[in-house]
C-alpha cells in the first residue's frame, strides 16, 4: 500500500539518555512539552528554571548566570504594571512585592546552579533568532513584561552570532562536565507576529546556527522536531486551536519519535513500567473500602517495591502517600 505522508525516519543517536543523567532542558514552549513529558516518567529533569526562553541570545544569557552563580541584586529588578520583574525571567517569578520576586529567582538560581555541576545532557531548544534589544542599556531581552515597545529595538540574530555565543557556552560547559552532551532542536511553533516568510527565515537561522555546531562538537546532536511537525504531520488536526502550537497528539507523537532516538531498550522498559505505576495512581475508585480497592493497590505497592529494587534511584514517595491517604 502506498504511503501518504512523509515520515520522518530517525535512527537511534549515539547520545543516549538513561535514568541515571542529570538532564536540564531550556527553551520553549516546546522545550516545556518534553520536560514535562521526561519529568511525567521520572527521569531527573530540571526544566527552564529561569521559566520559558525562546531565542538563542536569551537561553545563552541564562545558563551562563546560572554558571556564575550570581545572585539577582535589587537593582536588576523593575516595577510596571503593579508587579516587580526581570528581564531574564518569566513573568511567573514576578511579585506586587520585590523580596519575595527577589526570593523566587534567587532560590531558583541556587538551586539550578547545585544541578548543572551534575549535569551530564542538555537538551536546548531555540524557538525564534528574533530577539528584543532594551535601548538604555543593549540587553537582550527573554521577556518583554508588556513594558511599552518603543523602549526596545528588534533585531534578527545571525547564524554566526548564534554559533559564536553557543561555541563559547558549550566550551565552557565541558571544562565542567567534559561528557556533558547536547541535543539541540528548533520549535515547530510558528510566530505568526514576525510574518510567515519572516518565521520562515527565522527558523532557517536557528538549523543553520544549530548544524554547524554539530559540525564542530562531536558531542552535540540535532533532534528534528520541527521537521516532525511541519513535515511530518502535514495537517491541521495535528495542531492546537490556536493553528499554531502542537495537539496533544502530535506532542505524544514527537515524544515517541523523541524517546525511541534517546532511549536504549532498558531505559524505554523501565520508561513503560514507569508509566504503568503512574496511570494507576491516576485510577479514582468508585469505592476505597472494598477488598477489590485494598487488593489494587497492594498489587500496586508490590510494582513500586519491584521497580525501585531495580532502579533505587526512582522515587514514588508521592504515589505510596497517596495510596496511603486512600486507605487513611
Not at 552535540?220 to 490556536?242: G, H, K, N, T
Not at 529494587?309 to 514514588?316: D, G, S, V, W, Y
Amino acid at each position: 500500500m502506498k504511503s501518504f505522508r512523509t515520515e520522518v525516519q530517525l535512527q537511534p543517536s549515539q547520545c543516549t539518555i538513561s535514568y541515571s543523567d542529570n538532564i536540564m532542558l531550556f527553551g520553549s514552549c516546546f522545550a516545556q512539552n518534553i520536560g514535562q513529558e521526561m519529568a511525567m516518567a521520572k527521569f531527573n529533569a530540571m526544566l527552564n528554571p529561569f521559566g520559558i526562553l525562546f531565542n538563542p541570545e536569551s537561553i545563552a544569557q541564562t545558563i551562563n548566570r546560572i554558571l556564575d552563580n550570581r545572585p539577582i541584586e535589587p537593582n536588576e529588578l523593575f516595577y510596571n504594571q503593579g508587579v516587580w520583574s526581570n528581564f531574564n525571567f518569566h513573568g511567573s517569578f514576578s511579585s506586587p512585592e520585590i523580596d519575595d520576586a527577589l526570593q523566587q529567582m534567587n532560590n531558583s538560581l541556587l538551586q539550578a546552579s547545585q544541578w548543572i555541576k551534575n549535569t551530564s545532557v542538555m537538551v536546548i531548544t531555540f524557538g525564534t533568532s528574533f530577539v528584543y534589544r532594551l535601548l538604555s542599556t543593549g540587553q537582550v531581552v527573554a521577556n518583554c513584561h508588556k513594558v511599552d515597545a518603543k523602549k526596545f529595538e528588534r533585531e534578527r540574530l545571525s547564524v554566526d552570532e548564534i554559533y559564536d555565543v553557543f561555541f563559547e557556552l558549550i566550551q565552557r560547559l565541558r571544562t565542567i562536565s567534559p561528557n556533558m552532551r547536547f541535543i539541540f532542536t528548533v520549535s515547530p511553533i510558528r510566530h505568526l507576529r514576525d510574518g510567515l516568510h519572516e518565521n520562515q527565515l527565522s527558523k532557517s537561522i536557528l538549523l543553520l546556527a544549530i548544524d554547524r555546531l554539530c559540525s564542530v562538537f562531536s558531542n552535540v546532536v540535532y533532534f528534528p522536531s520541527y521537521e516532525i511537525l511541519i513535515d511530518d504531520l502535514r495537517d491541521y488536526r495535528f495542531y492546537d486551536e490556536d493553528m499554531l502550537h502542537p495537539s496533544a497528539v502530535a506532542i505524544d507523537y514527537i515524544w515517541d519519535k523523541f524517546r525511541a532516538s534517546f532511549f536504549d531498550q532498558q531505559t524505554q522498559q523501565i520508561m513503560e513500567q514507569v508509566m504503568k505505576i503512574e496511570r494507576a495512581v491516576q485510577h479514582r475508585p468508585l469505592n476505597v473500602n472494598t477488598d477489590s480497592f485494598r487488593n489494587f493497590v497492594e498489587q500496586q505497592r508490590t510494582a513500586i517495591a519491584k521497580l525501585q529494587q531495580e532502579m533505587p534511584i526512582l522515587n514514588f514517595d508521592a504515589e505510596l502517600e497517596h495510596y496511603a491517604q486512600l486507605l487513611g
